[in-house]
Nanobody, 126 residues
Framework: QVTLVESGGGSVQAGGSLRLSCAAS????????MGWFRQAPGKEREGVAG???????SYADSVKDRFTISQDKAKNTLYLQMNSLKPEDTAMYYC????????????????????WGQGTQVTVSS
């Protein structure tokens, strides 16, 4: 059973930074990818950042050069460093794993129930 627990969300002013963490356990997939998607009220889920089993990273255009995804395999933890935050970054952020990963961001965005955590809220004020 996959367990993903996010932390690190909060409220910041525009231009600020946050670092999200995701503690993962219960999976032994190969060829998987992990990442973050976000969802704001009334909006569709958006794949934000992902990393595949080879360590290659992908980012949505909306966060490129501001967000950085990384992982500590020894700790089974995924991170998302978010800098230069904007009000439009306000959303619930979810850590997700895709057992089969063809397109990283698409696979993260469409992760099935049971393969994402409870989410952590990020609120950016102007």
């Amino acid at each position: 059973q996959v367990t993903l627990v996010e932390s690190g969300g909060g409220s910041v002013q525009a231009g600020g930074s946050l670092r999200l963490s995701c503690a993962a356990s219960g999976y032994t997939y190969r060829g998987n990818c992990m990442g973050w998607f976000r969802q704001a009220p009334g909006k569709e889920r958006e794949g934000v950042a992902g990393i595949d089993s080879g360590g290659r990273t992908s980012y949505a255009d909306s966060v490129k050069d501001r967000f950085t995804i990384s992982q500590d395999k020894a700790k089974n933890t995924l991170y998302l460093q978010m800098n230069s935050l904007k009000p439009e970054d306000t959303a619930m952020y979810y850590c997700a794993i895709a057992p089969v990963c063809v397109s990283v961001l698409a696979s993260i965005r469409t992760a099935k129930a049971g393969f994402w955590g409870q989410g952590t809220q990020v609120t950016v004020s102007s």
